[in-house]
């Protein structure tokens, strides 16, 4: 009996349980029915999309906190409602990518590859407020310019010497080794102080050796490295240039240049950029350059612009194929399967203009699509491939391009403008810099701007300088000089030069060796001290008329430098890097003394210590066989020895 009255208890408890929970649910679905008849008789699915509307109101209002007004950012704030919720006045900041490589087949069966990035971000880096959500623009550079007020930042990192008579002009010139630039706004006071900091920044970001950046390689140019961006202020004071020529560029430098890229390596051109064939090449460049630039000709709209690029040249010979044939799997080691999904465009250009009508070399897979833009003051013909249409990558969906030459005839490219340095002179004491620059134009004379950063340790004799053309004196328009202190700055000269027609330019100065101290030098002294290249900016005339409104649509390739004069164009060449000896002690010579000096305090010390420790004792000389017989029978006798 007690049994049944639990069982019957429990099972009442279940049913009143029920019973509660059903009146519950009705209750609720009654009072959402009068809701939703209320706002209209809304669906499940029209709720769940305004639900996600608030939200993504919600989202796009907190992203730019600037464009918030202060009362709605308090009532933002003081309300629980979504719907009160204040829109921002503005859009959010647009951002775009674009990728394209550039493959120009040179005269010599080498081949010349230009990969350029491109990302455009519409904010302001330098408002009080500081930018927080970052798109495809990299966060790490992002920091740095609002953190040191980065007004341009140019970094280049260059493995080899660009051979400007074999290979032409580059698209981006840049000097061997390691090249930093800046500009900074004119609201930052302690100038040096955010250079020495900027340094180390990049030096860990890069993974490279530009903590050594200091004073005595860093020089402030008065006429030289304008702003390639919007220059409103161009006060020089604000501008720093240093180079480390001896740096050296491996995988370590290009590992975080690649992850800067929206991408990555997992699809787009990127994923050609594998280092065991880029390192194996005659000339490996790679750089980072960022600058605001306007987004439309009346510039009412304003960008910043980081633009990644990386030049290669493939050498015929240390490749070891033995023929004249490329193709991007021979060069890379890869091919193309698909564009960035995050890019606008993503195109490659081979270069045809001296190939119209292929007797030079064959391209396959042949492409219709043919563009003409003017580069370095010629106009040239490119085949384009436009890698977002899924037709450019045929059946088999993946790209490989082939350039198979078929005559090694053809006129070499001869810039206009070249230039040469190089160190004469004997002994350790004293020398002469010389430098050569040529202008081969037939019939023009243009004005060049000549730069040199010397170490401090090479004294310039700055009265011995002396500029000749075609063997006359050529007097310079514009002569800065900056001297050298001792440990603490180097020299920097700076001259404005009219080169005549179809001539060569000499400039010589004279110098003496300074003698360091012995902490000053390198490990390996004698294998040379480095001098840093000359940079040589000039207006070059063109032999077609250049575009001066910059537009979008113009490969990137052709864009980097703005153009003001439809008559000439701008171009920056670079000299070889001078390698000097200085007097050098002989390093070898505190060894031989410690070896000396050990060697007699051994030998010298050793012996005395020898013999005043030393305890002497006389032995008798052992007795012959006779006598030890004897004492032996002595012995068995009782009788004492002998």
Request: glycine share 4%; aromatic share 10%.
């Amino acid at each position: 009996m007690a049994a049944r009255r639990c069982l019957s208890s429990v099972l009442l408890f279940i049913l009143c349980t029920f019973s509660v929970f059903t009146i519950t649910r009705c209750q609720e679905t009654t009072l959402a029915g009068v809701n939703g008849a209320a706002a209209g008789d809304s669906s499940p699915a029209d709720t769940e999309a305004a639900e996600q509307t608030v939200e993504q109101t919600r989202w796009e209002a907190t992203e730019d906190t600037e464009a918030i007004p202060d009362e709605a950012a308090a009532d933002k704030q003081d309300s629980a409602a979504p719907e009160t919720v204040a829109p921002s006045s503005t859009p959010p900041p647009k951002d775009d990518f674009q990728e394209e490589l550039v493959i120009r087949p040179l005269h010599s069966g080498d081949i010349y590859a230009s990969f350029q990035f491109r990302t455009l971000w519409q904010t302001d880096f330098t408002r009080e407020n500081k930018v927080s959500h970052y798109g495809l623009f990299p966060k790490s550079l992002g920091q740095i310019i609002s953190k040191f007020s980065v007004r341009e930042l140019h970094i280049s990192f260059t493995q080899g010497y660009w051979r400007t008579m074999q290979w032409g002009q580059p698209f981006q010139p840049s000097p061997p080794g390691a090249e930093l630039w800046v500009w900074f706004q004119d609201s930052v006071t302690d100038v040096d102080g955010t250079w020495k900091e900027l340094t180390n920044v990049l030096s860990g970001i890069f993974c490279a050796s530009l903590n050594f950046i200091d004073s005595t390689n860093t020089v402030q140019p008065s006429a030289s490295f304008k702003p390639l961006g919007i220059a409103n202020v161009t006060d020089h004071q604000f501008l720093r240039y240093a180079t480390l020529p001896r740096e050296i560029v491996c995988t370590e430098n290009l590992t975080p240049w690649k992850k800067l890229l929206p991408c990555g390596t997992k699809a787009g051109l990127a994923v050609l950029l594998k280092s065991e064939k880029l390192f194996h090449s005659s000339f490996y460049s790679q750089a980072v350059h960022i600058r605001p630039v306007c987004e439309d000709w009346q510039c009412k709209t304003t960008s910043w612009e980081l633009r990644q690029t990386l030049n290669v040249v493939f050498d015929l010979h240390t490749s070891g194929q033995g023929k004249r044939e490329w193709s991007l799997f021979k060069m890379f080691s890869r091919t193309l399967t698909e564009a960035c999904p995050l890019a606008s465009t993503s195109k490659i250009y081979i270069d045809v203009t001296d190939n119209p009508q292929g007797e030079q070399f064959e391209l396959s897979p042949v492409t219709a699509l043919l563009t003409q833009a003017v580069v370095l003051g010629d106009r040239r013909t490119y085949s384009v491939y436009d890698l977002t249409q899924q037709i450019t990558f045929g059946s088999v969906r993946s790209l490989n391009l082939l350039i198979r030459w078929k005559s090694s005839e053809g006129d070499m490219l001869r810039p206009m403008l070249h230039a040469e340095r190089y160190v004469a002179g004997y002994g350790l004491q004293t020398g002469e810099i010389h430098t050569l620059m040529y202008n081969n134009h037939p019939y023009r004379s243009f004005p060049v701007l000549l730069l040199d950063s010397v170490p401090w340790y090479l004294r310039l004799y700055i009265h011995t300088l002396t500029v000749t053309s075609k063997g006359k004196d050529n007097k310079p328009s514009y002569i800065h000089y900056q001297p050298s202190k001792d440990r603490l700055r180097p020299h920097l000269l700076e001259m404005l030069v009219q080169l005549p027609p179809n001539s060569v330019t000499e400039v010589t100065v004279e110098f003496e060796r300074a003698l360091l101290k012995w902490t000053e030098y390198t490990p390996d002294p004698n294998h040379g001290f480095y001098v840093g290249s000359s940079v040589i900016s000039a207006l070059v005339p063109s032999i077609v008329a250049m575009d001066t409104n910059r537009t979008w649509e113009s490969p990137l390739f052709s864009s980097f430098f703005p153009c003001k004069e439809e008559s000439s164009y701008f171009v920056r060449i670079y000299t070889e890097p001078l390698l000097v000896n200085l007097p050098t002690p002989d390093f070898s010579m505190p060894y031989n003394v410690i070896c000396l000096t050990c060697t007699v305090v051994a030998v010298g010390y050793g012996s005395l210590y020898n013999l005043l420790t030393r305890s002497f004792q006389i032995e008798e000389p052992s007795p012959g066989l006779a006598k030890r017989l004897a004492n032996i029978i002595r012995k068995m006798r009782g009788v004492p020895p002998l």
